[in-house]
């Protein structure tokens, strides 16, 4: 079963992006207040994996979570883009 943090409750659109993305696994989805928390979940259980945006069509690019990526220099795996 893949494990995956995401901002927000069961249901967001992090967790439709999560479900999506590893269509053909089993995905226990880890809510997390924040975006931070994702990371921090991930140190503490290197198993699980994060996904969060890092772009929107409402803000545009999300420069905190950019920092995030810079700050604790995870390697991005793929991407998604899920139409809102």
Known sequence: MKRVAIQGGLGAY??????????NEDVEI???VT?????T??????NVVGI??????IAGSLLPNYELLKEYKLPI???HKLRI
């Open 35 to 39: 975006f931070r928390d994702i990371f």
């Open 30 to 32: 880890i809510p997390c």
């Open 14 to 23: 992090h967790g439709i992006a999560a479900e999506q993305f590893f269509k």
């Open 77 to 79: 795996a793929g991407e």
């Open 52 to 57: 969060m945006a890092i772009e929107n069509t």
């Open 41 to 46: 979940c991930i140190e503490k259980d290197p």
